[in-house]
């Protein structure tokens, strides 16, 4: 088999996985796409970044969802979640703070899918605005940085706001959502940034 056969067909597994919603195996398909020698076109780019994006919320949420239990529940019960958190490495890893394999895997990810983003995407692409919002949450929730998590926001949102005099777009009011819930992370975290500064 060929290259480009072989390109094919990671091509097509990797949109078979997206259509199952198996952003990991999105995410093994693609990798081996980039590394072979060829560029990626626009939508081999837009399944790498999607995959990037969604592998990381998904790990993120199961987090959060495993947090929130622990955090009502007593006795026997948090005995459970506990365990049961315990027994899904990923989700233990992202609660230990140190570097451990996930959050550096999580770090990497992210700032490769933001660096494809921003080569392939215009600052008013949904999937870039999408990204740009969880990379930032990423910082603020999970890693407790907030000045980054205000770096990457405001990076994005002026980039998004540089674009939109004069464009004509099919997702226009999706655009302007995430724009707004851009601006108001921004002035939240910068509101909470000075808080705790004081």
């Keep these: 088999m060929v290259d480009t056969e072989i390109r094919t067909a990671y091509v097509y597994k990797a949109k078979l996985a997206e259509q199952s919603l198996r952003f990991d195996d999105v995410l093994s398909a693609m990798m081996f796409v980039s590394e072979m020698n060829q560029s990626l076109t626009y939508e081999e780019r ?3 970044s999607t995959s ?3 592998s990381i919320e998904t790990r993120l949420f199961s987090y959060k969802v495993v947090q929130q239990v622990e955090d009502t529940e007593h006795g026997e019960f948090l005995d459970i979640a506990k365990d049961y958190r315990e027994s899904y490495r990923y989700i233990a890893e992202i609660k230990d703070k140190n570097k451990t394999e996930t959050i550096e895997l999580a770090i990497v990810s992210y700032a490769d899918a933001i660096d494809i983003a921003r080569t392939a995407l215009t600052g008013m692409n949904l999937i870039r605005l ?3 919002l969880s990379y930032s949450m990423f910082y603020h929730d999970i890693m407790n940085d907030i000045d980054r998590a205000i770096e990457i ?5 002026h980039c998004a706001i540089v674009e939109l005099d004069g464009t004509e777009h099919d997702t226009i009011d999706a655009i302007f959502q995430l724009i707004r819930v851009l601006k108001d992370k921004i002035d939240l975290w910068t509101e909470e940034n000075n808080a705790d500064s004081r």
Excluded: D, M, P
């Design 52 to 54: 990037y994006k969604k």
């Design 153 to 157: 926001a405001s990076s994005e949102f």
């Design 130 to 132: 999408e990204l740009a």
């Design 46 to 48: 837009n399944l790498l």
